[in-house]
């Protein structure tokens, strides 16, 4: 492959697991192989509840909600993962009209940000019941007030039986997410190198974040090392993006930061 360009924004990056050097803001992050980037587009993603259920939820437990639940359609049994109906009708039900009319989501829109829905621990006094009702976890992301939330609901009875509310909790990004920071990056000025080396890489304009292949990590904010323009990533939803030209390279995004929650784009600090 030919050595292609040393611009501002960084260079393509070729390799299958090329280590991204650490900064004091991010530390010790690799760039995924070819098989790592989300491909699927299944917008799926498994590890968002569990970081919430570690960091605790410092939100008072909310009466729960009874309404029309949808249909049942498919059920599983004790242990086993949601089939795609009780995935469906967990959402329906926690996405009620207040929670749709009061929250806003990735792209500025109502309604809130869907992250995860996953199977829910039983409770304690029914641990060892084979007939123990099923539940899921339904995280959303609230771009209003950046607010994780997350809605347990009961799928025999269609009732929302607890929710919970938490600031400054950031699980990990989902696919729409990521496509939107890349949207975000395609469309600012700092852009310009990403656009520049897919040209170089492809022959073709980059135009759309559908020609390109995303992981994201979320960023945090330390203080001082970092332009104050992201100070408030933590509190606010912040993605540093690896893209991937779809059948083709990396290119090295990684000193760019996309604050979700203001749409804006800025420069890390070199240290």
Known sequence: MRNLVHRHLGKVVAGAAIAVAGTAVMIGITLPGTAGADESGDGK???????????????????????????????????????????????????????????????????????????????NNETDDPDAPRRADVTFYDYKDDTLVTKTVNLAT?????????????????????????????????????????????????????QLLFNGAVYRATPGAQPAALDQCGEHRCVRLFPKVKNGPWIDARELVIDLSTRKVARLDRG
């Open 158 to 210: 269609g009732k929302v039986e607890q929710t919970g509310t938490q600031h400054g909790v950031q699980p990990p990004l989902s696919r729409a997410e990521n496509v939107e920071a890349g949207r975000l990056l395609i469309a600012d000025p700092l852009g310009a190198g990403l656009k520049a080396d897919y040209k170089d890489a492809t022959g073709n304009e980059l135009t759309s974040p559908d």
């Open 45 to 123: 993603s498994g590890g968002g509840t569990q970081a919430a259920q570690q960091a605790g939820q410092d939100g008072a437990v909310q009466p729960g909600v009874v309404q029309q639940a949808p249909a049942e359609g498919d059920k599983g049994t004790g242990g086993d993962p949601l089939t795609d109906d009780e995935t469906k009708r967990a959402e329906q039900i926690a996405a009620n009209r207040q929670l749709l009319n009061s929250t806003e989501n990735v792209t500025g829109q109502r309604g809130p940000q869907r992250l995860t829905v996953d199977l829910a621990d039983p409770e």
